[in-house]
T-cell receptor, first 115, second 114 residues
Framework: ETGVTQTPRHLVMGMTNKKSLKCEQHLGHNAMYWYKQSAKKPLELMFVYSLEERVENNSVPSRFSPECPNSSHLFLHLHTLQPEDSALYLC??????????????FGEGSWLTVV | AQSVTQLGSHVSVSEGALVLLRCNYSSSVPPYLFWYVQYPNQGLQLLLKYTSAATLVKGINGFEAEFKKSETSFHLTKPSAHMSDAAEYFCAVSRMDSSYKLIFGSGTRLLVRP
């Protein structure tokens, strides 16, 4: 139990579908993150939210749309994805995204397959 | 700009042997450094973290890492490998710009032979 819970753990979707990934943290943290982990590539930071405000968007295509309704919940809405978007999507949280030596705590990830 | 390089995408050791996973960092200012572990089908778990309090950092599961400024290294070691240590290990450095995000290395997969 990491304190960061992601659902679903596995998702298969067609290129025309709309689906969402959900993340909930039980650590009382102020910042939440979405990372993408693809085979043979380093972890890619997608989005950062601090106190429900998006503070970073690393040139992520608009077919990925994040939502942070409160500091405990984070969503990633998926629409018109491509097969190359198949990857492990990791949610994470930290006490303060600007703090030096910030420790980031990860969820177990959602495996996404786009067919 | 900060960066980390992990030497060797795969490391194979025998059970009971020394584990050594290499990480070199690039940073113009004293960095914060991390090692994370990812077991199969799971997310990343923090193993240990260097924050300049001590150069030798002890982590969970018997792992430790030593910060060597002269070598710009932060190698991860464990005296005796267990089968349960088989996983992927990521070194990361904390950025010092306004966003203070983590920059991850490409990972090293540790295989433990019986």
């Amino acid at each position: 139990e990491t304190g960061v819970t992601q659902t679903p753990r596995h998702l298969v979707m067609g290129m025309t579908n709309k689906k969402s990934l959900k993340c909930e943290q039980h650590l009382g943290h102020n910042a939440m993150y979405w990372y993408k982990q693809s085979a043979k590539k380093p972890l890619e930071l997608m989005f950062v939210y601090s106190l429900e405000e998006r503070v970073e968007n690393n040139s992520v295509p608009s077919r990925f749309s994040p939502e942070c309704p409160n500091s405990s919940h984070l969503f990633l809405h998926l629409h018109t994805l491509q097969p190359e978007d198949s990857a492990l999507y990791l949610c994470a949280s930290s006490q303060d995204n600007r703090a030096l030596g910030n420790t980031i705590y990860f969820g177990e990830g959602s495996w996404l397959t786009v067919v | 700009a900060q960066s980390v390089t992990q030497l060797g995408s795969h490391v194979s050791v025998s059970e009971g042997a020394l584990v050594l996973l290499r990480c070199n960092y690039s940073s113009s200012v004293p960095p914060y450094l991390f090692w994370y572990v990812q077991y199969p089908n799971q997310g990343l778990q923090l193993l240990l973290k260097y924050t300049s309090a001590a150069t030798l950092v002890k982590g969970i599961n018997g792992f430790e890492a030593e910060f060597k400024k002269s070598e710009t290294s932060f190698h991860l070691t464990k005296p005796s490998a267990h089968m349960s240590d088989a996983a992927e290990y990521f070194c990361a450095v904390s950025r010092m710009d306004s966003s203070y995000k983590l920059i991850f290395g490409s990972g090293t997969r540790l295989l433990v032979r019986p």
